[in-house]
């Protein structure tokens, strides 16, 4: 009975220690993924910054040709006065996507390129810490394992007594908690 309890507890620690091991996994494969997404935004960024610049030229001909048609006289004048129009709402359209690029790098790209640094170190760093207690855990146990083993022949021999196998057993049932807890 003790035996199936042991073996149990043994396969539901294995179950939880390869999700643990899942979870550090897929961490670790998702940072690739934002790095894409990083090397994407930032290339879209730069493309809206030259389009912005370029805008800003076209922009900048445009008001010329208005002011050039606006300094003439009779229906020269009215069209001069129309496309000034249409350069103003074009300069405001400009100005708002000037913020929006500038949002775009200021809230995504330049916090996401910080966080894609912290999660690749944090990532490491948890499976690294993971192993090492886990190996730690493990190793007690083992070493109860043994100990228990050892008390298992003496009583089988009569040099043990039956209460100090149990003890053993117990020893070795509370191991597999303390992995099981952890993990």
């Given at each position: 009975?003790?035996?199936?309890?042991?073996?149990?507890?043994?396969?539901?620690?294995?179950?939880?220690?390869?999700?643990?091991?899942?979870?550090?996994?897929?961490?670790?494969?998702?940072?690739?993924?934002?790095?894409?997404?990083?090397?994407?935004?930032?290339?879209?960024?730069?493309?809206?910054?030259?389009?912005?610049?370029?805008?800003?030229?076209?922009?900048?001909?445009?008001?010329?040709?208005?002011?050039?048609?606006?300094?003439?006289?009779?229906?020269?004048?009215?069209l001069g006065a129309g496309l000034?129009?249409?350069?103003?709402?074009?300069?405001?359209?400009?100005?708002?996507?000037?913020?929006?690029?500038?949002?775009?790098?200021?809230?995504?790209?330049?916090?996401?390129?910080?966080?894609?640094?912290?999660?690749?170190?944090?990532?490491?760093?948890?499976?690294?810490?993971?192993?090492?207690?886990?190996?730690?855990?493990?190793?007690?146990?083992?070493?109860?394992?043994?100990?228990?083993?050892?008390?298992?022949?003496?009583?089988?021999?009569?040099?043990?007594?039956?209460?100090?196998?149990?003890?053993?057993?117990?020893?070795?049932?509370?191991?597999?908690?303390?992995?099981?807890?952890?993990?």
């Amino acid at each position: 009975l003790l035996a199936d309890e042991l073996a149990m507890a043994q396969s539901k620690s294995d179950i939880l220690h390869q999700n643990i091991l899942n979870v550090t996994t897929n961490l670790k494969r998702s940072i690739p993924m934002y790095q894409s997404f990083l090397k994407a935004a930032t290339q879209y960024h730069s493309s809206l910054l030259t389009a912005n610049e370029s805008a800003k030229q076209f922009l900048s001909a445009f008001s010329s040709l208005t002011s050039t048609a606006g300094s003439a006289q009779g229906s020269t004048a009215d069209l001069g006065a129309g496309l000034a129009e249409i350069v103003n709402h074009y300069i405001d359209l400009e100005k708002g996507r000037e913020e929006i690029i500038h949002t775009l790098f200021r809230e995504v790209i330049a916090p996401l390129g910080e966080r894609i640094h912290m999660f690749k170190e944090r990532a490491a760093e948890l499976e690294k810490d993971y192993k090492s207690l886990n190996k730690t855990e493990e190793a007690k146990l083992k070493k109860v394992e043994a100990s228990s083993e050892k008390m298992s022949k003496q009583a089988a021999k009569g040099k043990a007594s039956t209460d100090a196998l149990k003890d053993s057993l117990r020893g070795v049932t509370d191991a597999y908690s303390a992995i099981e807890e952890f993990r």
